[in-house]
């Protein structure tokens, strides 16, 4: 059973390229998220989603864009990556209900130099 | 609009001492309440929740948390903890009926010492 899968788990880019981090669920979940963290600061939401062809953002969603077109799927794209977004991402998924639990992905650990 | 708020960043202990990890939090409206725990290298898993019911919920690896609801607190303890408990534990909220959003704590670090 392997849950959330994120790729890739490491990744170098430098300053102005863009990159696309993937999530994929195989849980049949409606809600996915994406999540940074950074130390001291826990995690933030960037962005979310709540049903195919439905997102919404976070906290911190400057930066940042999504998309859902299927259930399994919620890609993460830097459009022009900068310093400040030096970061481990984790993408999250959970049955769609306050009260149920969110599962996580191993995270990206991402530079940018 | 919530938030949560974890008091100690770091904690420190020896083995088989026994810890508490701070969680207070504040909503004008319902809770429910969540622990995740975060080992080197990997990402989060749900160690307990409160939802509704008895206030005090228990994990299968021994921690216990109780809601309080007159102190707006959700405190994470363990009898006698392990080396294998290291890691770093997270405090979160989301709203009773609502969206699904989790709002998380800055997270604390246990570090058990031998």
């Known amino acids: 059973n392997a849950g959330v899968t994120q790729t890739p788990k490491f990744q170098v880019l430098k300053t102005g390229q863009s990159m696309t981090l993937q999530c994929a669920q195989d849980m049949n979940h409606e809600y996915m998220s994406w999540y940074r963290q950074d130390p001291g600061m826990g995690l933030r939401l960037i962005h979310y989603s709540v049903g195919a062809g439905i997102t919404d953002q976070g906290e911190v969603p400057n930066g940042y864009n999504v998309s859902r077109s299927t259930t399994e799927d919620f890609p993460l794209r830097l459009l022009s990556a900068a310093p400040s977004q030096t970061s481990v991402y984790f993408c999250a998924s959970s049955a769609g209900f306050s009260n149920q639990p969110q599962h996580f992905g191993d995270g990206t650990r991402l530079s940018i130099l | 609009a919530q938030s949560v708020t974890q008091l100690d960043s770091q904690v420190p202990v020896f083995e088989e001492a026994p810890v508490e990890l701070r969680c207070n939090y504040s909503?004008?409206?319902?809770?429910?309440l969540f622990w995740y725990v975060q080992y080197p290298n990997q990402g989060l898993q749900l160690l307990l929740k409160?939802?509704?019911?008895?206030?005090l919920v228990e994990s299968i690896n021994g921690f216990e948390a109780e809601f309080n609801k007159s102190q707006t607190s959700f405190h994470l303890r363990k009898p006698s903890v392990h080396i294998s408990d290291t890691a770093e534990y997270f405090c979160a909220v989301s709203v009773r009926g609502s969206n699904y959003k989790l709002t998380f704590g800055k997270g604390t670090l246990l570090t058990v010492n031998p």
């Open positions: 409160y939802l509704s019911g008895s206030t």
């Open positions: 909503s004008s409206v319902s809770v429910y």
